[in-house]
T-cell receptor, first 113, second 112 residues
């Protein structure tokens, strides 16, 4: 597609449910980033992929968070046993190379009740 | 970890005014990004710069590497410029991403 596509745009989950958020980056972009943005805050880095390799996952807040990009294109961020503090907008960004211009998706807004 | 500070946090101005948003960071970087985020919307990259100055339409971004400081200027501001402007810096050393470190953003409102 023309831009970075994320789905779902909005997700409401009950505490304890598992959720999966999808990111479809721009075709050919090697680098893919996930960020978490709490209300009124700037985005915080979660994890980074170069093709299918997850090179940095230092920002994942707990072992309930898991991300994959098995074929080096689409990526999924999975959150297990969601908690209220997981409520945030999850942003995906891709770039042609690691330090290149970033293109962001619209984000997935997760609300955990 | 890089500390990124933006000022002001909130700015309300009248249409036509010249706007300046500042960003300072604590550790040397490879590149600095200025991003725009509309309410409920995604983030758009405005500039990526590592030195000097860049201009696109009514937007101008400057960076002073020695002083670890960047500014985003908007000339002849318009209500459609109302958005959150975010500064983000990256170091890109080593094999990992180093992530981008984001400022908290500047909430700009341009009144007609």
């Amino acid at each position: 597609g023309a831009g970075v596509s994320q789905s779902p745009r909005y997700k409401v989950a009950k505490r304890g449910q598992d959720v999966a958020l999808r990111c479809d980056p721009i075709s050919g972009h090697v680098s893919l980033f996930w960020y978490q943005q709490a209300l009124g805050q700037g985005p915080e880095f979660l994890t980074y992929f170069q093709n299918e390799a997850q090179l940095d996952k230092s920002g994942l807040p707990s072992d309930r968070f898991f991300a994959e990009r098995p074929e080096g294109s689409v990526s999924t961020l999975k959150i297990q046993r969601t908690q209220q503090e997981d409520s945030a907008v999850y942003l995906c960004a891709s770039s042609l190379w690691r330090a290149g211009e970033l293109f962001f998706g619209e984000g997935s807004r997760l609300t955990v009740l | 970890k890089n500390e990124v500070e933006q000022s002001p946090q909130n700015l309300t101005a009248q249409e036509g005014e010249f706007i300046t948003i500042n960003c300072s960071y604590s550790v040397g970087i490879s590149a600095l990004h200025w991003l725009q985020q509309h309410p409920g919307g995604g983030i758009v990259s405005l500039f990526m710069l590592s030195s000097g100055k860049k201009k696109h339409g009514r937007l101008i971004a400057t960076i002073n590497i020695q002083e670890k400081h960047s500014s985003l200027h908007i000339t002849a501001s318009h209500p459609r410029d109302s958005a959150v402007y975010i500064c983000a810096v990256g170091a890109y050393s080593g094999g990992g991403a180093d992530g981008l470190t984001f400022g908290k953003g500047t909430h700009l409102i341009i009144q007609p």
